[in-house]
């Protein structure tokens, strides 16, 4: 994420509210789940890494651009092994 | 929505660090221990970034197709070779990190045959050593 310190706090984005967001949008809906089965939409599209990275993206951007629209989410890197990853970014 | 897949190759190598065109006292004011005649060795970490859309099979990039390149191309002429010896590119030019960057970006973009672009990599000599290259699309 991206933006300003917080003049008061000093904070880019309360720690406490983002990890409440992650777990509302990520980890409560996924964690421990078959996603093909149980997690849109894993039913339509392939669970590809690179699919749900992009599905968190999605997710975190819509709801971080409503509630805080002077944050800017800039990049998901979601691992698959400690030797793959995918970058998911608002870029080009 | 922009997305990027890394994936992590591991190779060791040795080097020595020294330009031809510097006198021996140079060198060594220079490179330092790296200078050291018979060369020091490195387990190098190689970051490979692609860039493109998922498409309908949902992957930026077929991971066989992904390793068979770098495989071919870069960790069978790299992985236990004395880069001062055993590379024609470093008859040349000094095998620091930053020419091993350049020569793997030549090694993969001369034969690369992916749908996705090569957009970055990364070569870690150390832990504390790193050098990143960014393709321009």
């Known amino acids: ?92 | 929505m922009n997305l990027r897949l890394t994936r992590r190759y591991r190779f060791a190598a040795s080097h020595r660090l020294h330009a031809e065109s510097l006198s021996e006292q140079e060198n060594r004011r220079l490179y330092g221990k790296c200078n050291n005649p018979y060369g020091h060795g490195h387990d190098y970490v190689l970051d490979v970034t692609v860039e493109g859309p998922p498409g309908a099979s949902g992957l930026v990039a077929d991971r066989a197709a992904l390793d068979g390149l770098v495989r071919q191309r870069v960790l069978s002429r790299l992985d236990h070779m004395n880069l001062n010896e055993d590379l024609p590119e470093f008859r040349t030019t000094v095998p620091t990190t930053e020419n091993l960057a350049s020569l793997v970006k030549k090694m993969l973009l001369d034969h690369w045959n992916l749908p996705a672009r090569l957009a970055r990599l990364r070569i870690s000599e150390t832990d504390r050593n790193a050098f990143e290259l960014e393709i321009a699309p």
Do not use: C
């Open chain 1, 1 to 92: 994420m991206e933006g300003d310190p917080h003049p008061v706090t000093g904070m880019v984005f309360d720690l406490r509210e983002l990890k409440e967001i992650l777990n509302q949008e990520v980890v409560e809906p996924m964690d421990h789940r078959f996603l093909n089965r149980e997690v849109q939409p894993f039913d339509r599209i392939v669970p590809t890494v690179e699919n749900i990275a992009a599905e968190i993206w999605r997710r975190l951007e819509e709801r971080i651009k409503r509630q805080h629209p002077s944050v800017r989410l800039t990049n998901v890197r979601l691992y698959e092994t400690s030797d793959l990853y995918v970058d998911a970014g608002g870029g080009a």
